[in-house]
């Protein structure tokens, strides 16, 4: 069975510029969260996502957006890069909703030069 | 804010000895759960082991098993007979803003498992 894809594995953009991150969940799973992972640090959540609403948003910057397909995949969305936004970027996707056991995608690493 | 805290940026230990790796939370749900994730370089983060906060036994999952001390909100990974390939990075995470969904990661340990 497919796990969670990420793409692309790999980004370069320059500031100011906009990327578009995305991720097709596990066959059957309605919930996609987003973690921004800096170097060194454990991920932070940016959004999750569960039956194409968003139910939750950390404490990102309004450059940050994101949606959900009907069929359960999703984009992550950042306008206007900065330098701090080079990061590895996480999807996970679970079941449900109630934060049982999420599967995690191998991130893109986005780097802004 | 929810917190968690690891302590041990770095942990080491031989191959077959045991290791535990401490992890302290915040959290203000009365039912939740808490997990051990590693992460190793291929940068895909595993559910190593997963603990309901309801229940007073300590899950256990083959060679991992957490001590899980509710109202000391203490929740450690201990590692058995540890493995070369048990070398990663491990971060606990535990739910905040008010759903399990959302999760928060410690800075993560470290570990590296010498033969």
């Known amino acids: 069975d497919a796990g969670v894809t990420q793409s692309p594995t790999h980004l370069i953009k320059t500031r100011g510029q906009h990327v578009t991150l995305r991720c097709s969940p596990i066959s059957g799973h309605k919930s996609v969260s987003w973690y921004q992972q800096v170097l060194g640090q454990g991920p932070q959540f940016i959004f999750q996502?569960?039956?194409?609403?968003?139910?939750g948003r950390g404490n990102f910057p309004d450059r940050f957006s994101a949606r959900q397909f009907p069929n359960y995949s999703s984009e992550l969305n950042v306008n206007a890069l900065l330098l701090g936004d080079s990061a590895l970027y996480l999807c996970?996707?679970?079941?449900?909703?109630?934060?049982?056991?999420?599967?995690f995608g191998q991130g893109t690493r986005l780097t802004v030069v | 804010a929810q917190t968690v805290t690891q302590s041990q940026p770095e942990m080491s230990v031989q191959e077959a000895e045991t290791v535990t790796l401490s992890c302290t939370y915040d959290?203000?749900?009365?039912?939740?759960?808490l997990f051990w994730y590693k992460q190793p370089p291929s940068r895909q983060m595993i559910l190593v082991i997963r603990?309901?906060?309801?229940?007073?036994q300590n899950a256990t999952e083959n060679r991992f098993s957490v001590n899980f001390q509710k109202a000391a909100k203490s929740f450690s990974l201990k590692i058995s007979d540890s493995q070369l390939g048990d070398t990663a990075m491990y971060f606990c995470a535990s739910p905040s803003g008010g759903s399990n969904y959302k999760l928060t990661f410690g800075k993560g340990t470290l570990l590296t498992v010498n033969p």
């Open positions: 959290t203000s749900e009365n039912n939740y759960y």
């Open positions: 996970a996707s679970s079941l449900v909703d109630q934060g049982t056991e999420a599967f």
């Open positions: 603990q309901e906060a309801y229940k007073q």
């Open positions: 996502y569960y039956e194409k609403e968003e139910r």
